[in-house]
């Protein structure tokens, strides 16, 4: 597989957060917010919304795709993107994660892992 630098910067943005992922010289932009009523995260990607639900399994947290809008409009089960995501906590204290995204009759969209090493915080108040 082959090894690019990643970037991932989160920015504040009404109720929700921008998501801007760099890959080499490819970047990808969405807005995920988290949405009360549904009990779910909801990611934009431009004309595509996606209902993210989230769980723990040993030990990592895995994100599936729920449900899924196309300009607005719902997209039935058998044309909803399935993903295989899940982040982690790595041996050496890094935030893992391995994502990959799938539709079917096409099949892998986009697969990536890794991890990103996250500053130290300073909890001392």
């Known amino acids: 597989m082959p090894r690019t630098r990643f970037r991932l910067d989160v920015a504040p943005q009404g109720r929700g957060h921008v998501w801007q992922r760099s890959f080499g010289k490819y970047q990808t932009r969405s807005r995920?917010?988290?949405?009360?009523?549904?009990?779910r995260a909801v990611e934009r990607f431009g004309?595509?919304?996606?209902?993210l639900a989230a769980s723990v399994q040993q030990g990592a947290l895995v994100v599936t795709v729920e449900r899924a809008r196309l300009f607005g409009l719902p997209l039935p089960r058998a044309l909803?993107?399935?993903s295989a995501s899940m982040e982690y906590e790595t041996p050496?204290?890094?935030?893992g994660f391995d994502v990959s995204a799938s539709l079917p009759r096409i099949g892998l969209l986009?697969?990536?892992?890794?991890?990103?090493?996250?500053?130290e915080l300073d909890v001392r108040r």
């Open 80 to 82: 909803c993107p399935q």
């Open 47 to 51: 004309p595509v919304e996606l209902e």
């Open 110 to 119: 986009v697969r990536y892992s890794g991890h990103i090493v996250l500053p």
């Open 32 to 39: 995920l917010r988290f949405d009360p009523r549904k009990g």
């Open 92 to 95: 050496e204290g890094h935030l």
